[in-house]
């Protein structure tokens, strides 16, 4: 029924049931609606009418037709076997009824209903972390040893063992599956796909760095679907909080809604929906603040995608974006300092984040790249080895700075730090003129490091482990210990 010229408005019932999809369809046309409860559907006895109108049952959508369109509407329903309901009327009065039969239960004027509650604006109080720590890690493992212990990592290794249990290649149109940066899936009848993608924090410092850590996530998970091809077109979220009338959970919240506004709006990207989970605590512990950033974007042809993996012997390794040598806000950092805690991540510098996703996805799309992965949870050691691993090919890179670097801790930062807006790329060696003069023009800083191949996966004076290792240690994340 969607364009049919028959169907006047339609609108899905969310938060607030029939109350809220009723209410603003009535008020976008600038008239009234009159609802009788009785004629509403309903899986429990005895519910009041504040019950069936606040109820928020799933699939279900409010569809407004003329009277006499109203027998072909039903007709529809009946031919896909759907329950339908006539509950009510549009007025030209702009109030909100509310009926139960003969009685009236509410009539309130329209723009109190939509407009007119007040902005809850509870106490907040900043929760002083440690910030940048400044706190230096005692490495106790070798760099090799360190980016085993990372792959092996519950918060880094293979999530294959969770994602192999459910259907994800449901009417034959999954392009590229979970496991990677993004999902890809086929818009049926077109060249064109939908790649998808989440994110989300994992450590305490949301508590007091929730701007940073909410505008980072959009920017990982607009990286994400970027490396595969995608233009970010879209962001949901999920926004998990305790008691948001306690002023600590309440200042995470408003802080997190800044971030993503920010990264939003530098990116170019709306928010196109959401869910708010609030009060989700017991009696003696909350969750910590958790927004959760669900990114679609738009693959203009599926024959031109990439995936993380190296796929060519002999391809140049590629870096795009900065290194840093700082281990704030790492996952190395939580696995060296449990204690301390990781300290606070690195915030995107976001017309850089805007520079380098334009540029990876000008690659991608003129053909230049044959792999694409960003760098994220690990840094660049575990970014460069996830593409070893899922391609099954080893690979031979050399770091300038880790030839200067003074002492083992700095190596360390430029290897596993986790500064943003970087991806690991390969392309065939023929495309690589043409890739740094797309990278010059886009203002993204790019340089090739190495050359995929071998069954090591070797970053020159710092790291030298088998793929047989890495492998093993990625795979059995999650498995090792269940």
């Known amino acids: 029924i969607a364009g049919d010229p028959r169907v006047i ?13 009723t209410s603003e369809m009535a008020h976008r046309g600038g008239l009234g609606i009159d609802i009788d409860v009785l004629h509403v559907s309903r899986r429990e006895q005895h519910m009041t009418p504040y019950e069936v109108m606040l109820s928020e049952s799933q699939e279900r959508m409010l569809v ?4 006499h369109d109203v027998a072909w509407l039903r007709t529809v329903f009946d031919r896909w076997d759907l329950n339908s309901d006539v509950i009510g009327t549009i007025i030209e009065e702009p109030s909100f009824v509310i009926r139960e039969g003969a009685d009236v239960v509410c009539h309130m004027p329209l723009d109190v209903v939509v407009d007119g509650a007040p902005t809850p604006m509870a106490p907040s109080r900043i929760l002083h972390g440690p910030g940048p720590t400044g706190l230096v890690p005692e490495l106790h493992w070798s760099h090799s040893e360190s980016l085993l212990r990372l792959l092996g990592s519950s918060n880094i290794g293979s999530r294959r063992s969770v994602f192999r249990r459910y259907d994800h290649q449901v009417g034959d149109a999954t392009i590229v599956k979970p496991g990677g940066d993004a999902a890809v899936v086929r ?24 701007r940073t850590v909410a505008a980072n996530a959009v920017c990982e998970a607009a990286r994400n679907v970027v490396a595969v091809g995608a233009q970010p077109i879209g962001v949901t979220n999920c926004l998990n909080f305790a008691n948001p009338e306690h002023a600590l959970t309440y200042y995470a919240l408003k802080r997190s809604i800044e971030g993503i506004t920010e990264a939003c709006t530098a990116l170019g990207v709306p928010v196109v929906s959401g ?13 910590p603040p958790t927004p959760v950033i669900g990114m679609v974007g738009l693959v203009d042809d ?3 995608i990439c995936t993380a993996a190296f796929a060519g012997d002999g391809d140049v390794v590629a870096l795009s974006g900065p290194l840093s040598e700082s281990l704030e806000g790492s996952e190395l950092a939580c696995l060296v300092m449990p204690r301390h805690g990781a300290g606070e991540s690195v915030a995107a510098d976001l017309p850089m984040e805007v520079a380098v996703q334009s540029f990876v996805l000008a690659c991608i799309r003129d053909g230049l790249l044959r792999s694409a992965h960003d760098v994220a949870d690990g840094g660049f050691a575990v970014a460069l080895a996830e593409c070893c691993v899922l391609g099954a090919r080893g690979c031979v890179v050399a770091l300038d700075e880790i030839d200067t670097a003074s002492d083992a801790r700095r190596v360390a930062g430029i290897l596993f730090g986790e500064s943003q807006s970087r991806f690991v790329l390969s392309l065939p060696r023929d495309n690589l003129q043409r890739v740094s003069e797309l990278a010059a023009r886009h203002g993204a800083p790019f340089r090739g490091i190495g050359s995929v191949g071998g069954d090591r996966i070797i970053v020159t004076g710092a790291i030298d482990i088998a793929m047989s290792d890495a492998t093993a240690a990625y795979d059995g994340a999650l498995t090792a210990n269940a």
Do not use: C, F
């Not at 899905?12 to 999809?21: E, I, N, Q, V, Y």
């Not at 060249?191 to 760095?209: F, I, K, M, Q, Y």
């Open 302 to 304: 599926v024959e031109r």
């Open 64 to 67: 407004l037709v003329k009277q």
């Open 275 to 287: 869910n708010v989970s609030l009060y989700n605590q017991g009696d003696s512990s909350s969750i």
């Open 9 to 21: 408005a339609m609108q899905d019932l969310g938060a607030a049931g029939l109350s809220g999809s």
């Open 187 to 210: 818009v049926d009848g077109t060249r064109r796909g939908l790649a998808l993608s989440t994110d989300g924090p994992h450590r305490d410092e949301v508590w007091w760095n929730s």
